[in-house]
């Protein structure tokens, strides 16, 4: 077990662009670290994607193992589990965190199998406790309770961390760091999944996680149409629509605009929720942007005690004011 030291994290790249997630989660594994006195470590895995270290090391990496190989051009669950897997019995990490992505979600219980070790998904929270072990909160039971879970016994520690809840790293082009290349021993025959094409869907994709800006509207609006003056005042502030599960169960929107425990979490510098109560369920997923802004007609509405501005009023009647207002502005 003392063999075990370092945190890693699982620096994942599509098409060579690193994933946001990845440089939330070494911006916490950056202060896990610095508690425990220990170095950080990134997996970088692909093919000509070496280029990437460089980044990883400003945003706060002091190793990166690159394992570049053809064989890995492309996610595949079989190829990445066996790299990643090999890498960590090599190097004995104390900790790996992988971000909840779809990518992640897949490939952190194959290794956790692999190297018969605990994982906890979808972590919200997380620290290092007085023994230097690694606690591991998330929701459960459908975030009415927080359960915080510790692996005492065996190493790695691993997580999957929820994609829009830590904080970015802050990207330092002074640090120094160290660049590893490993050699996974990966054939062609270890990866039965034959990946014939990639298909991107060209929808217009909301990207709520990344927005500056988010106008989201609640059951208060009324009905789908009532989604136009929400995307209206977001159209003038240039952000993005979100939206309240509520409008979503209705059909009033699709669910990728969905705010909340069971949608997006977002940290936006501006939040505008209009019409929408402040459930729990919502407030997990927004209550951390930067400033909060609520139209309401209900003065006792839960949203008002997360909110640093509050209207109360017939958002009908306080939108288009405020449209007219940020206009004369601009
Ligand atoms: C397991 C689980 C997971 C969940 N996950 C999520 C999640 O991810 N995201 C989420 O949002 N919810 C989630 N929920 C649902 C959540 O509990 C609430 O039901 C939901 O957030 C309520 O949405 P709402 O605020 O739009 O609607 P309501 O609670 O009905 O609120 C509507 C609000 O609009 C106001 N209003 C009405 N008319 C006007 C008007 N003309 N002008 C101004 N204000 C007006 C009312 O005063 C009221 O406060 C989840 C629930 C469960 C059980």
Not at 26 to 31: D, I, P, T, V, Y
Request: aromatic share 6%; with cysteine; hydrophobic share 40%.
């Amino acid at each position: 077990m003392n063999d075990y030291k370092d945190i890693w994290i699982f620096a994942e790249q599509r098409n060579g662009k690193l994933m946001n997630v990845a440089i939330e989660i070494l911006g916490e594994a950056r202060k896990l670290a610095d508690k425990k006195g220990v170095n950080v470590g990134a997996v970088l895995i692909g093919h000509n994607v070496e280029n990437l270290s460089k980044d990883l090391i400003s945003f706060g990496a002091d190793i990166v193992y690159v394992v570049d190989n053809p064989l890995l051009s492309n996610y595949t669950t079989e190829g990445y589990a066996k790299a990643i897997s090999e890498l960590a019995n090599e190097y004995k990490p104390e900790v790996i965190l992988y971000g909840a992505t779809f990518i992640g979600r897949d490939l952190a219980p194959r290794i956790a199998s692999k190297l018969k070790t605990g994982l906890t998904a979808d972590c919200t929270g997380l620290d290092i406790d007085e023994n230097g072990l690694l606690l591991q909160t998330r929701p459960a039971f459908g975030g009415n309770l927080m359960a915080t879970i510790k692996c005492p016994d065996k190493r790695p520690q691993m997580s999957t961390v929820r994609p829009g809840v830590m904080k970015r790293a802050i990207r330092d082009d002074t640090r120094d760091g160290k660049v590893i290349k490993f050699d996974a021993d990966i054939n062609e025959s270890d990866i039965r999944t034959k990946i014939l094409s990639i298909v991107k869907e060209a929808k217009n994709v909301v990207n709520l996680e990344e927005a500056d800006i988010i106008v989201s509207g609640g059951r208060g609006i009324g009905g789908p149409d009532g989604f136009n003056i929400i995307k209206e005042l977001a159209d003038v502030l240039g952000g993005v629509v979100g939206a309240s599960r509520a409008t979503v169960d209705a059909g009033w929107i699709t669910s990728d605009h969905q705010v909340g425990q069971t949608g997006k979490t977002v940290r936006p510098k501006l939040y505008i929720a209009c019409g929408i109560s402040g459930a729990i369920q919502h407030l997990a997923g927004m209550s951390n942007s930067g400033t909060i802004v609520a139209i309401n007609k209900n003065p006792d509405a839960p949203i008002f005690k997360v909110a640093d501005y509050g209207i109360v009023g017939d958002l009908f009647k306080v939108i288009p004011v405020l449209i007219e207002e940020i206009k004369k502005l601009k």
